[in-house]
């Protein structure tokens, strides 16, 4: 799984982790109220074990501050006017 850019014009691109080798640059689209969109490619057996199993994981580095809120889809979000 490899993240991509999430190809939403109307949002402004921005690169996660651009200059800190110790993580995969993440590459987001970012609104005026501070939503951040990111997308992923899975590869062909990702796909298949999803598909399979039904379900995925997601693993959230909050180094123990609060967690913020979250939304997993397969559908690329709505953009709010």
């Known amino acids: 799984m490899v993240?991509?850019?999430p190809q939403i014009s109307e949002l402004?691109?921005?690169?996660?982790?651009?200059?800190q080798p110790?993580?995969?640059p993440l590459p987001a689209r970012v609104d005026k109220n501070g939503t951040v969109i990111t997308c992923?490619?899975?590869?062909?057996?990702?796909?298949?074990?999803?598909?399979?199993r039904g379900?995925?994981?997601l693993t959230l580095l909050t180094f123990n501050h609060?967690?913020?809120p979250i939304r997993c889809s397969i559908?690329?979000?709505e953009i709010e006017s």
Do not use: C, G, M
């Open 55 to 57: 379900s995925f994981y």
């Open 40 to 52: 992923w490619k899975l590869t062909w057996r990702e796909r298949l074990t999803v598909l399979w």
């Open 3 to 5: 993240p991509i850019d």
């Open 75 to 77: 559908d690329k979000p």
């Open 22 to 24: 110790e993580y995969v």
């Open 66 to 68: 609060p967690l913020q």
């Open 12 to 19: 402004n691109f921005v690169t996660y982790a651009k200059d």
